[in-house]
């Protein structure tokens, strides 16, 4: 498929997307997106579309292609849940920044791996594994004061939760551990 045609299916899912909170919108008076909200909710999810294009362009092995989409879907869900609601706390809560580290963990390997399988599942490997770190310093080292401190954050909830999306940076890197050894079987065949 061209680019032009992918830019094409990635805007249309963007908009088909978007019709979903309009919808809300139109008929829930609690519904309390702005014209703003709709825009970032746009740039996020034509950005993780693109992304994905991008990268799932570089090969043709399913493995591969799928552990594109984990590591990206694990990016927007990162960002979404981070801005809508905050990860530890409230979105209020300035622990909550340490999470952009994350990203540039995983932005940064796929970099430096050239976006080939190995490196690719290091770097996802590493964005798990750098997700654990940071939840938990925002949970047990950098304890906000103030307005920005959250008595009534359940330990339980906001561990299991972060451990799913560890989770997801894991199971992208398993992926591209999968492409790597398939693309060396078929080397080595």
């Known amino acids: 498929?061209?680019?032009?045609?992918?830019?094409?299916?990635?805007?249309?899912?963007?908009?088909?997307?978007l019709l979903i909170p309009l919808t809300a919108k139109l008929f829930l008076s609690d519904m309390l997106w702005t014209l703003s909200d709709f825009v970032f909710a746009?740039?996020?999810?034509?950005?993780?579309?693109?992304?994905?294009?991008?990268?799932?362009?570089?090969?043709?092995n399913a493995a591969y292609r799928l552990g594109a989409g984990v590591g990206?879907?694990?990016?927007?869900?990162?960002?979404w849940a981070n801005m809508a609601v905050g990860l530890v706390g409230s979105e209020d809560n300035p622990a909550n920044l340490l999470y952009v580290?994350?990203?540039?963990?995983?932005?940064?390997g796929s970099l430096v791996a050239r976006f080939r399988p190995l490196g690719m599942s290091n770097a996802m490997f590493a964005a798990s594994l750098t997700y654990v770190v940071v939840t938990a310093?925002?949970?047990?080292?950098?304890?906000?004061?103030?307005a920005a401190a959250e008595p009534n954050v359940h330990l339980l909830n906001v561990l299991v939760a972060n451990g799913v999306f560890a989770a997801i940076w894991a199971v992208s890197g398993w992926l591209f551990r999968r492409a790597s050894t398939s693309s060396l079987n078929q080397q080595l065949a």
């Open 1 to 17: 498929m061209t680019l032009s045609k992918s830019i094409l299916r990635v805007a249309l899912g963007t908009g088909l997307l």
């Open 42 to 60: 746009g740039v996020l999810l034509f950005g993780a579309g693109m992304t994905f294009v991008l990268i799932a362009r570089m090969s043709n």
């Open 72 to 79: 990206v879907a694990a990016g927007l869900l990162l960002l």
């Open 101 to 108: 580290g994350v990203l540039a963990v995983a932005l940064i």
């Open 137 to 146: 310093i925002a949970l047990f080292v950098w304890k906000p004061t103030g």
